[in-house]
C-alpha cells in the first residue's frame, strides 16, 4: 500500500495550492481519508477527513472556510484545496487513509504518506 502525496510548494501568503493524495494497492473507494500536517517542533495535527463516499466531510477550525477537501474514488485520490493561505499553514502535509475510521481525526489510521511540504511566506 502506497499513499502519495503532492502539490506542495512556496507560495506567498493569500495564495492557493492544491494538494493530491494518490492511492494504490488497496481498494481506495472502501477507505476513508484525511489529511493532517506538522509544523517545525509542534505534533502533528488534524486538518480535514473525507469518508469513503465523499458525502460526510470534517475540518479543523483553523482552516474552515478556506480549504476544501475532496475524493475522487476513480482515480484512486483525495485532494486538499487550499485558499487563502497564511503563514501559520506552513507544515508538512500528510495523507491518511483508513478503513474502519468513517472521520480520521486521530492519529490512527492504518496507513500514512510520506507528506509534502508547504510553506507559505508573508
Known amino acids: 500500500v502506497q499513499l502519495q502525496a503532492s502539490g506542495g510548494g512556496l507560495v506567498q501568503a493569500g495564495g492557493s495550492l492544491r494538494l493530491s493524495c494518490a492511492a494504490s494497492?488497496?481498494?481506495?473507494?472502501?477507505?476513508?481519508a484525511a489529511w493532517f500536517r506538522q509544523a517545525p517542533g509542534k505534533e502533528r495535527e488534524f486538518v480535514a477527513a473525507?469518508?469513503?463516499?465523499?458525502?460526510?466531510?470534517m475540518y479543523a477550525d483553523s482552516v474552515k472556510g478556506r480549504f476544501t477537501i475532496s475524493r475522487d474514488n476513480d482515480k484512486n485520490t483525495v485532494y486538499l484545496q487550499m485558499n487563502r493561505l497564511k503563514p501559520e499553514d506552513t507544515a508538512v502535509y500528510y495523507c491518511?487513509?483508513?478503513?474502519?475510521?468513517?472521520?480520521?481525526?486521530?492519529?490512527?489510521?492504518?496507513?500514512w504518506g510520506q507528506g509534502t511540504q508547504v510553506t507559505v511566506s508573508s
Open positions: 494497492g488497496l481498494t481506495f473507494r472502501n477507505y476513508n
Open positions: 473525507i469518508n469513503w463516499s465523499g458525502g460526510r466531510t
Open positions: 491518511a487513509a483508513d478503513r474502519r475510521i468513517e472521520i480520521i481525526t486521530g492519529l490512527s489510521a492504518d496507513y
